[in-house]
């Protein structure tokens, strides 16, 4: 599968894990198939516009959010996006402190 099914897979999982949803309770809230939200998160499935819309309602996250920094055609190493993926798989109260941490870090580089 593509670089973009993937990811996408991957961050309906982590909001969903993030909101302590089962697959079974955000397709019961999409009106979709359980079967179908876990072959998205393991990338084995392209979804349409339509169903990511409905997911995206279901983790009430906007669409733009749940899709956006996601980069079909860059295969180098992207450190601020992989940092944006690593902040975007923990809960707020872990993304706040992690963001902490490197405000500390960087003053310590100046």
Not at 1 to 15: A, L
Not at 44 to 73: F, Q, Y
Request: a neutral charge; proline letters at 2%.
């Amino acid at each position: 599968m593509s670089k973009i099914t993937i990811e996408t897979g991957r961050r309906i999982r982590s909001y969903r894990t993030n909101q302590h949803m089962s697959q079974e309770a955000l397709a019961e809230k999409c009106g979709l198939h359980p079967t179908y939200i876990g072959q998205l998160e393991r990338g084995e499935k392209n979804a349409t516009l339509e169903s990511i819309g409905k997911i995206a309602d279901g983790l009430s996250v906007s669409l733009s959010r749940l899709l956006e920094n996601i980069d079909s055609d860059n295969d180098g190493e992207n450190i601020p996006l992989e940092a944006y993926r690593i902040l975007q798989e923990r809960s707020e109260t872990d993304q706040k402190k992690l963001f902490q941490i490197l405000k500390l870090s960087a003053d310590l580089l100046k």
